[in-house]
T-cell receptor, first 114, second 111 residues
């Protein structure tokens, strides 16, 4: 079965650089979520999109932006990177159905800022 | 105070025993609860979800929800070394049903 695809899997950037993380949801899934998980921390919700519109916003810094495209893939753009942005970034997708249907997580992108 | 609280552990149980993981939440309006398993460096994997008071069983796993006490638990029967992982309790909140996670409980199943 198709799963959530994230690219790149690993990314190394320097402080003040920019980064773009990509997420390809499971086919026919219309909702995408982004989570950030720092070392030893639980995943923190950043932002979500439903049918290409932002549906909810969490603790996402102003330096970050995201969007969902017409093919439902999503990109998280991160600018002026800081050392504290080093983390695992997970994308999850959810298919149409009841609001409580499950989220499927991608393998994550490990971002290291040096 | 975190919205979802878990004991960070580690919780050590012998192989074949029952592991009991607990979680409390603060929002009385929360409707949906999830247990995720996460191996180090990997993505969270959903193992159970529960919406109604009572018990829900799936194989070796049983989730229990008590909305009056704002308490969710996960029982793992016949624990195996492969069950050793961090177990994250999460509630679905907001119109988009984002997940709010607890800090996770590390489970170690010893031979």
């Amino acid at each position: 079965a198709a799963g959530v695809i994230q690219s790149p899997r690993h990314l190394i950037k320097e402080k003040r650089e920019t980064a773009t993380l990509k997420c390809y949801p499971i086919p026919r899934h219309d909702t995408v979520y982004w989570y950030q998980q720092g070392p030893g921390q639980d995943p923190q919700f950043l932002i979500s999109f439903y049918e290409k519109m932002q549906s909810d916003k969490g603790s996402i810094p102003d330096r970050f932006s995201a969007q969902q495209f017409s093919d439902y893939h999503s990109e998280l753009n991160m600018s002026s990177l800081e050392l504290g942005d080093s983390a695992l970034y997970f994308c999850a997708s959810r298919g149409p159905g009841t609001p409580t249907s499950r989220q499927y997580f991608g393998p994550g992108t490990r971002l290291t800022v040096t | 105070q975190k919205e979802v609280e878990q004991n960070s552990g580690p919780l050590s149980v012998p192989e074949g025993a029952i592991a009991s993981l607990n979680c409390t939440y603060s929002d009385r309006g929360s409707q949906s609860f999830f247990w995720y398993r996460q191996y180090s460096g990997k993505s969270p994997e959903l193992i159970m979800f529960i919406y109604s008071n009572g018990d829900k069983e799936d194989g070796r796993f049983t989730a229990q929800l008590n909305k009056a006490s704002q308490y969710v638990s996960l029982l793992i029967r016949d624990s195996q070394p492969s069950d050793s992982a961090t177990y994250l309790c999460a509630e679905g909140t907001g119109g988009g049903n984002k997940l709010t996670f607890g800090t996770g409980t590390q489970l170690k199943v010893e031979l």
